[in-house]
């Protein structure tokens, strides 16, 4: 039986964070644990080629049916492989808003503030505009401007602009709102995965091991500590030892589902799962918040945008080679180029719509084939009131878990979506986007209300940031407190967007990362 410091499992945004601090100044035995693979290649590395990235580097979960979808089953793409959500998503750096991490202190989360997190943000950054108040330039991750975006991207900001709609140059700074291009998760026109800069710069330190294509099956449980962690690579499984702990990193779908087949959880689903109860913890897998979000469509006449036509195909082929001999140009696209944040609700305490433009037209979450050229705007709600749940399926760990969102189950959700829906409408006829000559994909009268919760019920889904299902807390029920460590057992943390105890308004990824930072530093401090 092996036996280590620390394991890590899950080589996401937080876990390689965590398991990359602590395994940096050579000290700790560290094993990193990932289901997935190295997710080495160009199709992660190259921006562009996001639409076409494996299906082996996502798990491509699905949800139950939505009552508030009209009874649709929901896409929930995730990451597989090192790296996690950050190998394959739009690359789009945002932390959220001050209040979000200021709300978070309030509801008992001691430390969590936005001045308690404001450092390790800048300690997680390299950011090419270099160091200040806001940003750190010496850090794994790499943050840049986006090398070559669209002109279509850029009439979007100049869109807004024509409606008084402030233009906002660095989401992450003083103030959130207003509209622009994002900076992304890049480094010289590639990808910069959490893993790429995390793990791989020390992944071959004889300290520091990295277990790719193996399955946590559950963790080992002695005398109210983790001790270790089952694990199954091919047909075989072994046990590994944890000589100080381990730290799930496994994502807000899979953390919960770890959990529960190991016997912490909800005492009556572990039961109906044929599970033995270790520790009875209700909240378990309770409380999955998600960006709830519309995607509003244009063709265009014009063949500005990236399309999907002969001519787009050798466009495209031109920027490869581009892309390979330069690391410039249209390859360099994280889709998602500018957006912005607007308060639509009169009692909302920060921006409650977030926009991601791209300048392309997007059905079905990129999965049906569209052509011809056009944009879209995705709106979504930044702070919903509705939340579902996590639940396992099976006592087989390799099985996806029950998820159910429970999205748009409180009206306010759809009454806000309802009006960042009408602001991008607002924004496509303003006289930069008409020049592209774009037509409605989805008409609606916008003015109906019935009519476009209608349409809203029927096209809406995720933006593919899902929190919440191991809740931090200072209160009895919460299932880590605010050192991450999982209260009633130890030897045992959580370090990524699951313990959210509320969701962030914005991108996910980056808040992550720092959760994954502030693990390993509660752990070697303590």
Same mark, same amino acid.
């Given at each position: 039986?092996?036996?280590? /410091?620390?394991?890590?499992?899950?080589?996401?945004?937080?876990?390689?964070?965590?398991?990359?601090?602590?395994?940096?100044?050579?000290?700790?035995?560290?094993?990193?644990?990932?289901?997935?693979?190295?997710?080495?290649?160009?199709?992660?590395?190259?921006?562009?080629?996001?639409?076409?990235?494996?299906?082996?580097?996502?798990?491509?979960?699905?949800?139950?049916?939505?009552?508030?979808?009209?009874?649709?089953?929901?896409?929930?793409?995730?990451?597989?492989?090192?790296?996690?959500?950050?190998?394959?998503?739009? !690359?789009?750096?945002?932390?959220?808003?001050?209040?979000?991490?200021?709300?978070?202190?309030?509801?008992?989360?001691?430390?969590?503030?936005?001045?308690?997190?404001?450092?390790?943000?800048?300690?997680?950054?390299?950011?090419?505009?270099?160091?200040?108040?806001?940003?750190?330039?010496?850090?794994?991750?790499?943050?840049?401007?986006?090398? %070559?975006?669209?002109?279509?991207?850029?009439? #979007?900001?100049?869109?807004?602009?024509?409606?008084?709609?402030?233009?906002?140059?660095? #989401? $992450?700074?003083?103030?959130?709102?207003?509209?622009?291009?994002?900076?992304?998760?890049?480094?010289?026109?590639?990808?910069?995965?959490?893993?790429?800069?995390?793990?791989?710069?020390?992944?071959?330190?004889?300290?520091?091991?990295?277990?790719?294509?193996?399955?946590?099956?559950?963790?080992?449980?002695?005398?109210?500590?983790?001790?270790?962690? !089952?694990?199954?690579?091919?047909?075989?499984?072994?046990?590994?030892?944890?000589?100080?702990?381990?730290?799930?990193?496994?994502?807000? #779908?899979?953390?919960?589902?770890?959990?529960?087949?190991?016997?912490?959880?909800?005492?009556?689903?572990?039961? %109906?799962?044929?599970?033995?109860?270790?520790?009875?913890?209700?909240?378990?897998?309770?409380?999955?918040?998600?960006?709830?979000?519309?995607?509003?469509?244009?063709?265009?006449?014009?063949?500005?945008?990236?399309?999907?036509?002969?001519?787009?195909?050798?466009?495209?082929?031109?920027?490869?080679?581009?892309?390979?001999?330069?690391?410039?140009?249209?390859?360099?696209?994280?889709?998602?180029?500018?957006?912005?944040?607007?308060?639509?609700?009169?009692?909302?305490?920060?921006?409650?719509?977030?926009?991601? #433009?791209?300048?392309?037209?997007?059905?079905?979450?990129?999965?049906?084939?569209?052509?011809?050229?056009?944009?879209?705007?995705?709106?979504?709600?930044?702070?919903?009131? %509705?939340?579902?749940?996590?639940?396992?399926?099976?006592?087989?760990?390799?099985?996806?878990?029950?998820?159910?969102?429970?999205?748009?189950?409180?009206?306010?959700?759809?009454?806000?979506?309802?009006?960042?829906?009408?602001?991008?409408?607002?924004?496509?006829?303003?006289?930069?986007?008409?020049?592209?000559?774009?037509? /409605?994909?989805?008409?609606?009268?916008?003015?109906?209300?019935?009519?476009?919760?209608?349409?809203?019920?029927?096209?809406?889904?995720?933006?593919?940031?899902?929190?919440?299902?191991?809740?931090?807390? %200072?209160?009895?029920?919460?299932?880590?407190?605010?050192?991450?460590?999982? $209260?009633?057992?130890?030897?045992?943390?959580?370090?990524?967007?699951?313990?959210?105890?509320?969701?962030?308004?914005?991108?996910?990824?980056?808040?992550?990362? !720092?959760?994954?930072?502030?693990?390993?530093?509660?752990?070697?401090?303590?």
């Amino acid at each position: 039986m092996e036996s280590f /410091d620390y394991i890590v499992i899950g080589g996401g945004s937080g876990g390689s964070a965590a398991a990359g601090r602590l395994a940096v100044d050579g000290t700790q035995r560290v094993c990193l644990i990932e289901a997935g693979g190295r997710n080495d290649n160009l199709l992660i590395k190259t921006p562009g080629f996001m639409p076409f990235i494996r299906n082996s580097s996502n798990y491509q979960f699905d949800t139950v049916p939505q009552k508030g979808l009209n009874g649709r089953v929901g896409y929930q793409p995730r990451g597989k492989g090192l790296g996690g959500s950050s190998a394959i998503n739009a !690359m789009v750096y945002i932390r959220g808003n001050k209040w979000d991490y200021d709300n978070w202190a309030d509801m008992g989360c001691d430390g969590w503030s936005y001045d308690d997190v404001l450092p390790w943000f800048k300690q997680c950054e390299s950011n090419e505009r270099g160091a200040d108040d806001y940003h750190g330039a010496g850090g794994p991750l790499f943050v840049s401007n986006q090398r %070559s975006p669209n002109p279509t991207s850029h009439a #979007f900001v100049e869109a807004a602009a024509e409606l008084q709609l402030r233009t906002n140059n660095d #989401f $992450n700074g003083e103030q959130q709102d207003g509209f622009g291009l994002y900076q992304v998760t890049q480094r010289d026109g590639e990808r910069w995965s959490a893993a790429r800069g995390y793990v791989e710069p020390i992944r071959n330190q004889g300290n520091f091991a990295v277990r790719t294509d193996t399955l946590v099956e559950k963790l080992v449980v002695e005398q109210g500590r983790v001790t270790g962690v !089952m694990v199954r690579r091919g047909k075989s499984s072994e046990m590994l030892y944890a000589r100080r702990g381990v730290i799930l990193s496994a994502g807000a #779908f899979n953390s919960p589902q770890i959990l529960m087949l190991s016997g912490i959880g909800p005492a009556e689903h572990l039961k %109906s799962q044929g599970i033995d109860v270790v520790l009875d913890r209700k909240e378990v897998g309770a409380n999955l918040q998600d960006h709830i979000d519309y995607v509003s469509g244009w063709s265009t006449k014009s063949d500005v945008p990236i399309g999907g036509t002969l001519k787009g195909t050798l466009k495209m082929a031109a920027a490869i080679v581009e892309h390979r001999r330069k690391r410039t140009g249209a390859m360099t696209t994280c889709y998602a180029e500018a957006g912005g944040f607007w308060t639509v609700m009169d009692d909302a305490p920060a921006p409650d719509i977030q926009w991601h #433009f791209v300048p392309a037209v997007l059905e079905d979450h990129g999965r049906e084939n569209v052509k011809g050229y056009g944009f879209s705007m995705h709106a979504c709600v930044l702070r919903p009131e %509705s939340k579902g749940s996590v639940r396992l399926g099976s006592k087989d760990a390799a099985s996806a878990p029950v998820i159910d969102p429970n999205f748009l189950d409180d009206d306010r959700d759809i009454a806000a979506l309802r009006e960042g829906i009408r602001l991008s409408h607002r924004i496509a006829d303003a006289p930069p986007m008409q020049v592209y000559e774009p037509t /409605d994909r989805h008409p609606v009268n916008l003015q109906d209300d019935a009519a476009l919760d209608e349409l809203i019920r029927n096209r809406a889904d995720t933006v593919y940031h899902p929190v919440g299902t191991c809740r931090m807390g %200072s209160d009895a029920e919460a299932i880590v407190d605010p050192k991450l460590k999982v $209260n009633g057992l130890d030897g045992l943390w959580i370090a990524d967007a699951s313990i959210m105890p509320k969701i962030v308004s914005g991108n996910t990824n980056a808040p992550s990362i !720092m959760i994954g930072e502030r693990c390993a530093d509660f752990i070697l401090n303590a």
